[in-house]
């Protein structure tokens, strides 16, 4: 149960469909678990691009008549998740912008590591940045580019940020997608029944649609959609890969496939390869669910342990600004989860979860289980320590609020107050992820603090 | 996955807490799932009864200053579902009126099955109507009994009228909770911490509040709550229980325990008695989630056949009122139910789901797990064939819109495209809520047409 | 500039005409200056009839998709101004109910003197109450009259009942148009340009929809419309008129005839008669608008003093709920009134409006002249002094809230920062209005203290 | 009635008061007249910019909550009409921007005339623009002005903009007034009550906020606002003034103060000056309101011819979308304004009006004068024929669309079916809003064409 970690974005584009932007909007349902604060769309008709962009669940932000102004056969969209507390859409994407070359949009999934020098530096050359997001960089990077075409200027802009982004761009015609060096976070190309072409986050907005899966665009690949041709592809970088392996524990939606592989598969045996390194004897293997569903359905099936829905999710949750009483304990955990009381009761039960940030949500999990009568609740985390935060696109709290940066795993099993705790340990993980890839293909950052230079 | 068949309403009462109105909202969060169109709550502060009810969530139906008004520390409260598509905000509850005692305000779940011939009588002798909900015979009733005291009228009241209800009645200073002589709806007692008392449609909004469940209302009971007083019990029927059997199979919280029983236990078993009369040789079991996941769960121990979570929920979902395009067959089940197909590819899975109503939600879901691979699809459905409507609460197509009501089973299994269909039978269903009991004390009209008459 | 006197409803009437809710929306509109805070209308389609009322302008509570559903060759509507704070909806009309002789639905425009002992004696004899609404007691007399026919009941009814009301009712297949006997309210009838009928308190709603005036519903008469019939008119009451006068001095909107006569006609008369009994040497004659325009034209053309706006309105006003700095004195009237400092600056103001409750805002007014630079400010009333509340349907402040009831006219001069004040006295008042009808003709309970008993 | 030119927008700035913004906002709902579609604020701590905008009115952008997030001891804010049919809200104001020397926040009322040149050689030079206001042109040129502070920067960037501009220009610390070498949009100097500054569009904002006017900002200066001293003036340009004329006839509210003079005054000796030249023998002087009210007074007064308000105004209107029927002609117009029939009737009127721009608005005011039984309806205009678009800061329609641009006086009083129709003419005009300056002091390009070059 995440309140604590989050994937910033999701990115789609359509090119070559007459309802391009009616399919991007079904796309961005399929993506809202990636971003619920902001939504947009830009298409282009082949003259110029419109763009709508708001605050608000992609449902709330469009309607029909909204999409409809949204003319054109291609289109790029995007759901955002924003820790700006203040009211500006200025924050939303897609970010437009006219330039020498005409008109383009942009969509970002990431986070640019020398954004702060790229902009210094081009602040100093006399650009202004109206928002604060790094894609702004990006549109200047590409308008002030001494290139001639804009598929020069892409290349040049790209080659000149670092860190997470996976991209795409739109023009009045043309419709371009890059995945940075490292390939940190997913986008996948697929087909569309017509012939036309997608390109997401996630493979599961494809199904929606009715796309079929073609191939990931590669770490380092720039694709170029163009009327009446084939994609065209450009490697800008030699590819190194290393994917973001927390879109595995945690931020991919179950049903995707990312990275080259099936995302509940590798939750379920993330859970398999914990129940071999972390066994205890218990009476019931229990999922703190959305999350933790997969990998408990493997810790039970490798244990033998039979699994329960021992805590319940209630899914009309949404924000309450009502003051709880003061007999209200833990109102917020409560709202979301439950216990089945019978199923706990007088039960030695092992809860599973994909990562302990804080610690304070596992400590009201743990003590809501206990209150519910469990003898024993031993807690497995189907990751390692959560010790570094991340610098690719995901909103971690800084080292000194994540709790296994700062205690053991002993302290933090007495400080969640389970009767035991283990994770998964590294090479656990990636075994879980492709048996046949060694370490070097996965960022795990947040697990080992090895950043990328 | 229901589109078709639906619980009508759930009702609270809370008495003897100073923060009444807000210890109702919060309880009609966790009955949310039993009616999302209109909520309501009223309170009494001694002098006068508050009302505030309106369409919609409970948590967009009030806030922090509505509570305040409300104040008292007594509170009933009501979360409705309807089919009504009109706009009007009198078929919400509580119904208050004044009359020659002073005020009062009701709260009912059920359905009253000789609601027009009161209300013809009622009519003839002059009075009028201003709503179309049975809840206002009532109200009418209590105005017109010949009694003297409040109590008394009460049970003049109820003894006219037949059928289904749970009701929770305010006074200025007293509260009042009656079942119907079947107890067809559930309806539990608890306590609050500081010695205050909570009446609700389930225990899961006991957990809530920090309330303890003391005992189920009984059949043909009327609790009578007054300040500085136990609750006083007054046996107005003799009791024939015949609880809806359906709360079980669908309607209930997992985590609630309803008629003496968890949810959650009842519906895992009766997956295993549907594995014991319904196997079939399959590598997977997969649940209609969320509605099927405990008896899925259930076969799966009872089969030795592998659990996993096949089809993934998107709790995102909405109306959305965007047309889409031909394309996208099947959307409204996809947008909500989409397959793990690197679970389902290659493989013979079971899937199971509480019930069949129409017949066409479950033709997609097969139809999706075959186009996402699967092998064979098996349906087993942890309910005997849905045959007949209810009358006593729950809103159901009409018999010629039930499929078990016009085809047979073979030919069910041909409609859903399946490879093999099996139903729970009655026997074992009622072995799985309850197994020392006999079949009297259930109400399983919807199964048999067997009505109380 | 009123925010102390209230009319507090309008009602509309169609009769025979295909669209007959749409021309009770635009009527309504027409009549939005009568009540702002809530509107409704009910049709009838020859087998039932439709209710939608809301909180809200009438613009606002209804839209295309609504106004279909409001389907039927009649309708009724009403705009109410309440004093109720609460979030209730029950306070609006139409008033709809059920009841042994079918559906009907009733709109009220005034008030009733005795509607405390007709509810007590209804809820006696086992009635209740949903609302706090006169309109309710109506329903109820209608529906437990042990007359056979509607049209009979309502005779019954209103004969029952004492006080101002203009009504209008209508069952699935007839309407009913009924003014109390002394017409303390206004109600027209008019044409519809195909052959149908409108009745509505304001003559201003019949040029919206094409209506042309026939003549008002008779004090104490019963105007029944049935299909292919004209319509017929019952004497049910010996007429006693009594018309509201306050309606010349403020209500009814200045295109409007009422009782006979135009109201702006009857407002410019007021300021002639006023500059005749009141005359004082100044240099111009300026209104507080918009309620005291009219009056200072006849003020300025008896006087020959100079017209001039020398005070704006500020159309844009809403309500702030943003606090004002100290230094921002009068900031309610400011935002809403305002100075032309040049005409004003170093002259001699004779300042006209149409009354004075509490005095606080004139006093408001008298100072914004002066800081702008008014060398004398005169006040001048278009009505005697106000010195008693209202009891036949408008909202009025307590006696001892009413200024003229606890001052003479030099003191409220003082009081208000005047340097002379006059008002019309009733003698002037009642020539301008109609000049050939003695006193009885009217209700100047609020200037006289006068009421019927 | 206007519905064919439109004022663009208004700006606000505020220096040196605790309640900064609170103050801005109060301005700006004075200023409400000149823009409704978007309104915007920004703030300054001394340590960083705030900055809130959306589409709106003033009362419903901003609420206490958001004021207290604009804080900070200046402010300035902005309300914006828009042609602008999409959902963007990048085109309202405040203009953010970081750049190399912090932050800055711009308003804007006016257009520029070398927008696009000066777009084009930004955008070569590689800036990019993200919206389609010409503000950012400000933004860019100060961002990469060669100057080292930023007062020498605004200068160097507006002796690069062409057109009409008033500006007010907020950094972390200090203020910024800056009025085009014509003065062509109003803005002038206030004083608050705490010894703090104002700048606005127009006086009758002062008056709300407490303020004094001190003097117009003078075409061509720059004024620096900083702490702890008093304002500085530079002097950009030599002032060539070049008012704009339609503010006195249109634009400004009457209780302003404009270039020096009393907006009312203005219109109504524009009105004496119509009665000399274009006299007509009639019985009533009527204004369409609000906007020919000052100067049908005007009228009046010198003809003799009694004034009265012959025509009402509806200030309940906003937009409906229902459509009318059939019988409903002139909807649109009818419910805005209605005609006093008892008034009119049989009478001879002269309807005066500050201009005619297409003639369909007019026309449909003649015929609800003679449909309401009008003998003869004289149209007098109190401005002369407006045949030419504006372009520095009025949206007009384009010149095939202006009926003066396309018709002959006659040909326009037959389209209106007037019985006579005159204008101001310009020489009338010049006299009317400055008896002491010649003709060069105005812009009058709307009525003849000549533009400044």
Known sequence: MHENMNEKCAVVGIYNHEAASKLAYFSLHALQHRGQEAAGISSADGNKLHTIKKRGLVMRVFDEAKLQTLSGTSAIGHTRYSTAGDDSILDAQPVFARYDLGEMAIVHNGNLTNAQEVRDALIKKGAIFQTFMDTENLIHLIAKSSKEKLIERIIDAVQRIEGAFSLVILSRTKMFAVRDRHGFRPLSLGQLPNGGYIVASETCAFDLVGATFIRDVEPGEL????????????KIFEPTPKHCIFEYVYFARPDSSVFGQSVY?????MGQELAKIAPVEADLVVPVPDGGVPSAIGYAQE????????IMRNHYIGRTFIEPTQEMRDLKVKMKLSPMIDIIKGKRV????????????SRRIVRMLKEAGASEVHMRISSPPTTDPCFYGVDTPSKDKLIAANMSTQ??????????LAYLDEEALLRSV??????????TACFTGKYIV
């Not at 007495?414 to 009767?419: L, P």
């Not at 492709?434 to 960022?443: F, G, Q, R, T, V």
């Open 303 to 310: 244990s033998g342990i039979p699994y329960e829905m021992g």
């Open 434 to 443: 492709n048996s046949d890839m060694h370490e070097e293909k996965y960022c």
């Open 265 to 269: 598969q590798a939750r379920k045996t």
């Open 411 to 420: 302290e933090i099993c007495d400080f969640v107050e389970a009767d035991s």
């Open 223 to 234: 694709l170029i959609f163009e009327e009446g041709k084939e994609p065209q592809s450009i």
């Open 350 to 361: 092992i809860v599973v979860d994909d990562s302990i940030v804080r610690g304070t949500t």
